[in-house]
């Protein structure tokens, strides 16, 4: 609107003042320019809306422009409509105008020269080129640079959505990662300090009182000592001190220890039976991840073992071959007399997470075979040692 007010404007001062691009035309009248000048401002407004319908209509105009004395103000005008057309024009409008407008600028050049027969009729073609080539070539110019634009504005919001959409899975991630650290390192020495704290209030043995007390007493600073290496792993150090190391297969003995004597009330015996140390072998080698795993694996096996197993044996097999690391726990399935811990489910959730982040498999459920027809429950893993089929 305000494009085609100011051309409007200067066209009519131009007009007053006599101003002319050409003379001795078939409508010689001064006000004839007015019409196609008043014709081209008028479609200024629709420039965005209707782009090509402007530029039709505006060529029109500009054609009848030539047979009155003319207005630059029309021409200059029509040669933003051209712009526009191409700018704001359907896809393939911008396509097209530019291969039209070079066209008619060669024909017009080519047919004044063979009319005249004189090289300044060249300077027809190069006007002709100003008017209508010139501005499309500009018009596909801006909308190229526009388009390059919006494309790199997509790629950055995409870019942007991948991001935070990698962040909030990292930190789901990590928070499913250290929820099962702090529940396979807590939820073993806790479900000790429970049994063995009720079995010393509803048993009136000084014996049987001092061995409880002597087992929380273990399992307090234990457990203690794993929340501290949990949180030097989770605070952000600038020393250079090093976290705790993780526990591994080598320090298995010492969890069935300590399992067989919290174990030792309830009528548990837990043994370790490590197929890979057979006929006196050295184990194979293990990558940290699958050896953490397992670990994890065998110590919420035993806590579930010590909570939930009935009076007969634990039995924890380790065997590595196949190109898989097995861990298999076993308990008596049934109910046992005396105190007991409850369970929330999260130990069985947290062992199968472990498992399918190494690309393994899981199995825990009752099983026949016990040595007096009993069911056994078992908790069986697969952990595969190849790096290349982890998850």
Do not use: C
């Not at 029509?78 to 060669?106: E, K, N, Q, S, W």
């Not at 047919?111 to 027969?117: E, Q, T």
């Not at 080598?250 to 009330?265: E, H, I, K, P």
């Amino acid at each position: 609107m305000l494009i085609g007010a100011v051309g409007l404007a200067g066209g009519l001062l131009l007009w007053a003042a006599g101003l002319h691009t050409q003379g001795g035309r078939v409508f010689g009248s001064p006000w004839a320019a007015l019409v196609p000048l008043v014709v081209t401002a008028a479609l200024e407004p629709l420039r965005r809306t209707r782009p090509q319908t402007a530029v039709a209509v505006g060529t029109l105009a500009l054609v009848a422009d030539q047979f009155t004395t003319g207005s630059l103000a029309t021409i200059l005008m029509y040669t933003d409509l051209m712009y526009a057309a191409v700018v704001y024009g359907t896809p393939a409008a911008a396509r097209r105008i530019p291969v039209v407008t070079f066209l008619v600028t060669v024909a017009v050049t080519l047919g004044f020269f063979a009319w005249f027969r004189r090289p300044e009729a060249l300077l027809f073609g190069v006007v002709t080129g100003l008017v209508t080539f010139g501005p499309a070539l500009t018009g596909v110019s801006v909308r190229n640079h526009r388009v390059a634009a919006q494309a790199a504005r997509l790629r950055a919001e995409q870019t942007a959505l991948l991001a935070e959409m990698d962040r909030v899975q990292a930190v789901t991630a990590e928070r499913s990662r250290m929820a099962r650290e702090l529940h396979d390192m807590v939820a073993n020495h806790l479900s000790a300090i429970a049994i063995h704290s009720t079995a010393a209030l509803s048993i009136d043995d000084p014996a049987t009182s001092r061995h409880a007390l002597g087992v929380i007493r273990h399992n307090s600073v234990e457990g203690l000592a794993e929340m501290r290496r949990l949180i030097g792993l989770l605070r952000d150090s600038g020393g250079d001190e090093e976290p705790s190391a993780a526990p591994t297969l080598a320090s298995l003995d010492a969890l069935v220890d300590q399992a067989r004597a919290n174990a030792a009330s309830s009528g548990l015996t837990v043994t370790l039976d490590d197929a890979r140390t057979a006929a006196g072998r050295l184990p194979a080698p293990t990558p940290a991840p699958v050896e953490l795993a397992a670990y994890r694996i065998v110590q919420e096996s035993l806590t579930n073992a010590l909570k939930h197993a009935a009076p007969g044996p634990v039995t924890v097999r380790l065997d590595h071959g196949g190109g898989s690391l097995t861990v298999e726990v076993s308990s008596v399935l049934g109910a046992r007399p005396g105190p007991r811990a409850p369970g929330s489910g999260a130990g069985l959730v947290g062992m199968a997470e472990r498992v399918a982040l190494l690309g393994g498999t899981i199995d825990t459920g009752p099983v026949g075979g016990g040595p007096d027809g009993e069911e056994i429950w078992r908790v069986r893993a697969e952990l595969p040692v190849d790096e290349g089929t982890w998850g």
